[in-house]
């Protein structure tokens, strides 16, 4: 049990602390920033009960094997990797949102509004969907960090299955606002979700 106070505990449960509290809150921040504090519900902190669900897992699994496995821990390469992946969800993830700016909302528009524009510059030139492959890139470098091999793998498929249901969805409507302007681009763009066109 001693090993749930150990350094290698106390380092890498912090870090997944710190990445949870800098992800939410700073996208509650531009949320407000972009938005306007009016428009901006406390749903924008993006905590929803199958996150919470996801997160208790998650941490179930971590102090399972502390406890019982306390060696799997201890692959500091992996777990830095894993820092290093959190970091870069983060950074393409954040880009997204600054980039779209207005256009940026955390509910999928299904009117359009007069002042949407199809956002093709910067981070959207490479991928069409940089804000969910930040996600999903952060979601399961959270889990490579606290080296849990069974989230990793759940984590990577849940996210995975919630974005192959949710980019089709919001397409439908970007192609109707946007017509042959979203579908020449894309024509051009991969979506950057792995194995989602
Ligand atoms: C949560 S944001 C996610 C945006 C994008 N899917 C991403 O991953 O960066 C969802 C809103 O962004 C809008 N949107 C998505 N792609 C867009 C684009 N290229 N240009 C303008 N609006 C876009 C959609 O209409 C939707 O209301």
Known sequence: MTEIFSYTACRQLSQMFLAILFFHTSEFILAIVIHGRSNVTLSSLLISAHYILAMIFSLAE??????????????????????????????????????????????????????????THGIYG????????GFFIWSVGTQIMLCNPISVVAFAVVVW?????????????????????????????????????
């Open 62 to 119: 971590y102090i399972f094997e502390i406890v019982f496995f306390p060696e799997l821990k201890e692959y500091w390469v992996i777990s830095n990797v894993g820092l290093a992946i959190v970091v870069i969800g983060e950074v393409i993830r954040k880009l997204a949102i600054l980039t779209a700016g207005h256009a940026f909302t955390h509910l999928i528009r299904t009117h359009r509004h007069d002042d949407h524009r199809l956002v």
């Open 126 to 133: 490479f991928m069409r969907h940089p804000g969910y492959s």
């Open 161 to 197: 299955r919630f974005f192959a249901k949710r980019i089709p969805y919001e397409e439908y409507f970007l192609r109707r606002f946007f017509g042959r302007e979203y579908k020449e681009y894309a024509k051009k763009v991969g979506s950057g979700v792995p194995f989602i066109n």
